[in-house]
C-alpha cells in the first residue's frame, strides 16, 4: 500500500470510527416501519438508546447502530418473536457485530497486491511480530499466507 492509500484507508477508518451518521424519530420510523409511539415505549423500556445531547429540547438522534438494531428487532418480531426475545436476539446479534466492527477496525490494514493476489493485511500473526497474516479470496474461498514482517 502506498502513502497516498495508507492516508485514505487511515481517513476512512476514522470516519467509520466517529459514527456520525444519524437519523431524527421521525425518519427511524420510516425507514424501519416501526411507529414513533412504539419506539419512543422502546427508549422507555431500554431497548434502544437515542444519543446524548445537551440542548434543552433537542431533537432526540439516533445513530446508526440503532437504526440496524430497530430494523432487526422489528423483522423478529415480524417473524413471530416476542418483543422480549426480539430484544435479546438483537442484544446476541449486536455482540457479534461489534466483534466484527472492533476486527475490522483493528486487524484489517489495508489490501496489498503479493505474489500475484491482492490480500487483506491482517496485521501480526505473532507476539513477537515477526510474521503477517494475509487473506486473499479464489473461487470465492479465503487462502491465508504469512509472510515475515518487514
Known sequence: MDNQDAALFKKLKAQIHKHEFTVSISDLAKMTGVSQTQLRYWEQKGYVHSLETTEKNAVHRYSYATLMRVHFIK??????????????????????????????????????????????????????????????IQDGQPHYRLYPAK
Not at 438483537?90 to 461489534?98: F, R, S, T
Not at 472492533?102 to 497486491?113: D, L, P, R
Open 75 to 136: 423483522m423478529m418480531l415480524d417473524e413471530g418473536f416476542t418483543l422480549a426475545a426480539a430484544v435479546k436476539r438483537a442484544d446476541d446479534h449486536g455482540n457479534q457485530m461489534e466483534m466484527i466492527r472492533v476486527f475490522v477496525m483493528t486487524a484489517f490494514q489495508g489490501v496489498e497486491e503479493r505474489d500475484g493476489h491482492h490480500m487483506v493485511k491482517l496485521g501480526y500473526f505473532d507476539e513477537e511480530h515477526t510474521q503477517q497474516l494475509y487473506c486473499f
